[in-house]
């Protein structure tokens, strides 16, 4: 089974330009979250998707958006790049069964989009 | 609001040697779930054990135990029989009622000696 899969995994940009960043999840799993991973900042979440829904938001700019596809793959857009957005993209993905990841423990990430803005 | 507090910035441990990695909580949710995640140098997030609020029995899985106490809102891992491909970073998470929204601690750095 395969897991939860993350595109590119290395990126390079320049302050102001946008970028595009892709998650596969696992085979079955409705559920998809963003987090950025930053040294000063730690791990934070950005947003979550359920069938084509944003359901949670984290506390980040409108700059950052996202959307999930009918298959569940899930892409998430930084639009005028900052210095500040150099970091490790995560993705997870989760099966929804009755409260979801709460009751089943079933929350898998990808390899992350390692992100740089230069 | 919720939080995740873990102490310990590093660690050190001898290989074969058992290590507790500390992890307390903070939360109002009724139920909620605990996470516990291995980061190596390479990035990836490796879940390793799951333990839920209602769930009676600590969770373990192989090497790996998650000391849970309701009542002081901890959740340590114990990793047993230490290998030198232990050393990563370590994270506690929780999600609550939000479903999809973990909220992590800052980490914990494990180094294994031979």
């Known amino acids: 089974k395969a897991g939860v899969t993350q595109t590119p995994r290395y990126l390079i940009k320049t302050r102001g330009q946008q970028v595009t960043l892709s998650c596969s999840p696992i085979?079955?799993?409705?559920?998809v979250s963003w987090y950025q991973q930053t040294p000063g900042q730690g791990l934070q979440f950005l947003f979550e998707?359920?069938?084509?829904?944003?359901?949670n938001k984290g506390n980040f700019p409108g700059r950052f958006s996202g959307r999930q596809f009918s298959n569940s793959r899930s892409e998430m857009n930084v639009s005028t790049l900052e210095l500040g957005d150099s970091a490790l993209y995560l993705c997870?993905?989760?099966?929804?069964?009755?409260?979801?990841?709460?009751?089943?423990?079933?929350?898998?990430f990808g390899e992350g989009s390692r992100l740089t803005v230069l | 609001a919720q939080k995740i507090t873990q102490t310990q910035p590093g660690m050190f441990v001898q290989e074969k040697e058992a290590v507790t990695l500390d992890c307390t909580y903070d939360?109002?949710?009724?139920?909620?779930?605990l996470f516990w995640y291995k980061q190596p140098s390479s990035g990836e997030m490796i879940f390793l054990i799951y333990?839920?609020?209602?769930?009676?029995q600590n969770a373990t899985e192989g090497r790996y135990s998650l000391n849970f106490q309701k009542a002081r809102k901890s959740a340590n891992l114990v990793i047993s029989a230490s290998q030198l491909g232990d050393s990563a970073m370590y994270f506690c998470?929780?999600?609550?009622?939000?479903?999809?929204?973990?909220?992590f601690g800052q980490g914990t750095e494990l180094s294994v000696k031979p």
């Open positions: 333990q839920g609020s209602y769930d009676q």
């Open positions: 998470a929780m999600m609550g009622n939000q479903g999809g929204k973990l909220i």
């Open positions: 997870a993905s989760s099966l929804e069964v009755g409260g979801g990841a709460l009751n089943t423990g079933e929350l898998f």
């Open positions: 939360t109002s949710d009724p139920s909620y779930g």
């Open positions: 998707y359920f069938s084509e829904t944003q359901r």
């Open positions: 085979s079955g799993h409705r559920s």
